[in-house]
């Protein structure tokens, strides 16, 4: 499956941003999502988990992003939403999503969020 996100930019500290990731397989329903981001000047094994929503719409955050952070699917547009709100400046990188099915994962090319004013 090929996940595309979207949605990334500059946002001032305390502002919001919405991600997006859509997939191009119309079985999107049976893969568990998820939420990855990786600081800038970090390797790829840095990447840091930020949320996860399962099959079911089980969702889990990060203690980093937990209250601040709402992560959502719609299997019927094939796209899984992160919504962040209170923007910090650690907060800055890119985002990857992460499609997980039959034992075989799935990431996105990344959008770049960059908190700063």
């Known amino acids: 499956v090929k996940l595309v996100e979207s949605g990334g930019g500059l946002v001032q500290p305390g502002g919001s941003l919405r991600l997006s990731c859509t997939a191009d397989?119309?079985?999107?329903?049976?893969?568990?999502l998820g939420w990855f981001r990786q600081a800038p000047d970090s390797q790829r094994d840095q990447r840091e988990w930020?949320?996860?929503?399962?099959?079911?719409?089980?969702?889990t955050y990060a203690d980093s992003v937990k209250g601040r952070a709402t992560i959502a699917r719609d299997n019927a547009k094939n796209t899984m939403y992160l919504d962040l709100n209170s923007l910090k400046p650690e907060d800055t990188g890119v985002y990857y999503c992460?499609?997980?099915?039959?034992?075989?994962?799935?990431w996105g090319q990344g959008t770049l969020v960059t908190v700063s004013s």
């Open positions: 992460l499609g997980a099915a039959e034992g075989v994962e799935n």
């Open positions: 930020v949320a996860r929503i399962s099959t079911s719409g089980e969702k």
């Open positions: 397989d119309k079985i999107f329903s049976i893969y568990h």
